[in-house]
């Protein structure tokens, strides 16, 4: 990645960020198949009355950020992301994932929509655009003994003007001078506590037996809670290319099971290992 965007401002004379000039980025993402890769930290708030520091849950952990293009429509893309059900197409780790709460259903629902037929919650009308639920996936690591839990809000709507999205170094923007209605957003926090934590609410290891997204073959096995803390995914449209997705993704995960110096090392294979994973399902 730092290679390629030096190549970049080079040929810009240093002036980057103009996507119309962007040229070795661009040929590289849509020829090449490349995926741009950045790793970087939450920064700490310091409290100026107490002269210290505030650290964020999880501010010690890398974030992970990808831009990559994905052989999918934005709206395929985010239905793919959606469906608990294909998650073990493309992630050789998972052992599962259910559906544990869904609110509605369908990620060009709309709010002012009058058909609750899609599955809102309780059959109750739809109170915002999108599709919202809380989903339960097992995974279990090459080499490990442990199966790692995640307890997880997701979130996908169709992107609209008023959420001001510049354009990529492929895909369109959203924003005042241009309406592209056909990009997505797909947003994923963990769930903690009280009805959806472990023993006493904490990431302690617990046994699971087998069952829907759970361990298989009805052996007991630890399981150790773990949080995708933040998970954000811009499925951007790319002009022309009506089958294809600019893919910015930003992951921010915490897993008891990995040591604190290797976080970076697994957390950016982990990114782009899901992007070749995605490409090998759409071929």
């Not at 302690?204 to 037996?209: D, L, S």
Request: glycine share 12%; aromatic share 4%.
């Amino acid at each position: 990645t730092k290679k390629l965007l030096a190549e970049n401002d080079k040929l810009n004379n240093g002036d980057s960020g103009d996507t119309q000039k962007d040229e070795v980025v661009r040929n590289a993402l849509l020829d090449g198949g490349e995926v741009l890769v950045w790793m970087g930290k939450f920064m700490n708030n310091k409290n100026s009355k107490k002269d210290i520091v505030d650290e964020g849950y999880g501010s010690n952990l890398p974030l992970i950020k990808t831009i990559s293009i994905i052989p999918l429509s934005p709206k395929k893309f985010a239905e793919l992301l959606m469906d608990s059900d294909k998650v073990p197409l493309y992630n050789k780790m998972s052992q599962g994932r259910k559906d544990v709460v869904v609110f509605q259903q369908g990620v060009d629902t709309t709010a002012d929509t009058d058909d609750t037929s899609a599955g809102s919650a309780m059959g109750k009308s739809f109170v915002l655009d999108g599709e919202a639920k809380i989903v339960r996936n097992i995974s279990k690591p090459p080499l490990s003994k442990k199966l790692m839990e995640f307890v997880t809000l997701m979130y996908a709507r169709r992107l609209n003007v008023d959420d001001n999205v510049s354009s990529g170094y492929v895909g369109s923007g959203i924003d005042g001078t241009n309406n592209d209605d056909g990009s997505y957003i797909v947003v994923t926090r963990a769930v903690s506590g009280g009805r959806w934590g472990g023993p006493s609410g904490s990431s302690e290891g617990v046994k699971a037996r087998g069952g829907a997204g759970e361990a298989s073959g009805g052996d007991e096995e630890e399981m150790i809670r773990s949080e995708i803390l933040l998970g954000i995914n811009v499925l951007r449209t790319i002009p022309g290319e009506p089958d294809k997705t600019e893919v910015t993704a930003v992951t921010h995960v915490y897993s008891p099971s990995v040591p604190t110096m290797l976080a970076g090392t697994v957390g950016v294979k982990g990114a782009i290992d899901f992007v070749k994973d995605i490409r090998a399902l759409c071929k």
